[in-house]
């Protein structure tokens, strides 16, 4: 099949076939003439200032302190509102749950109602990627922006590639097949073990 970024009526008849995967579609008018507008869902994490002076991604150490000890799990009733405070990173899942075909993969941008407001974020999903999509928003602006839970908030694109060429569905997924947003895993890789041997 000849790659690109798919079309509305390719985009429908992989989604009949089930070859895509993507539920609940609560609106016809989800699915635009390129991409597909996912909502948002109901489970949040939100960072906070830790016990510690900073993050820490450079050791894997049971002894060190837990990234997801700096964000505060919250959830919000389909219709209930949140704030997106100034410069608050916020972690939330897409109502939407998708799996996508091993030769597609999808690109997330914010509906251009919110990006106007100051919003920012950016996020790719691999081929073959499952679950939720834990979705990373920045409020660049100096207002708290108040958001409802539910609302068409983001749009995918999805663009097909040569399967045969890929090596990703070897490696080990560290964000695959959620459905909750998940905090940073930066300090799992497995390099930072081999980095930190480089300084003693």
């Keep these: 099949m000849p790659s690109g970024t798919l079309h ?23 699915i635009g003439d390129i991409s597909i507008d996912l909502r948002v869902g109901t489970d949040f994490l939100f960072q906070h200032q830790g016990r510690s002076a ?17 964000f ?41 109602s919110y990006s106007r407001l100051g919003l920012t ?8 990627y499952c679950g939720c999509i ?7 602006g100096n207002t708290p922006i108040e958001i ?4 068409r908030f983001l749009q995918a694109r999805f663009i097909r590639v040569d399967a045969s060429s890929l090596n990703y569905f070897t490696d080990v997924r560290k964000y695959a097949c959620q459905v909750r ?7 799992e890789d497995s390099e930072i073990q081999l980095l930190n041997k480089l300084n003693t």
Aim: no cysteine; hydrophobic share 35%.
């Design 148 to 151: 409802i839970s539910g609302v």
């Design 72 to 112: 505060t799990q919250t959830r919000r009733k389909i219709g209930e509102k949140f704030l997106l405070h100034p410069f608050q990173p916020t972690l939330f899942s897409t109502l939407e749950y998708i799996k996508l075909p091993n030769d597609i993969y999808a690109v997330l941008s914010l509906r251009s």
């Design 121 to 128: 974020m950016s996020t790719i999903l691999q081929p073959g």
């Design 8 to 30: 509305k009526e390719e985009i429908k008849s992989l989604l009949s076939s089930k070859d895509l995967f993507l539920h609940p579609i609560l609106d016809e008018n989800q």
């Design 181 to 187: 947003p998940m905090p940073s895993k930066a300090n």
């Design 134 to 140: 834990s979705v990373e928003i920045i409020n660049s």
């Design 54 to 70: 900073q993050i820490n991604t450079s050791s894997n150490e049971v002894s060190t302190r837990s990234i997801k000890s700096n």
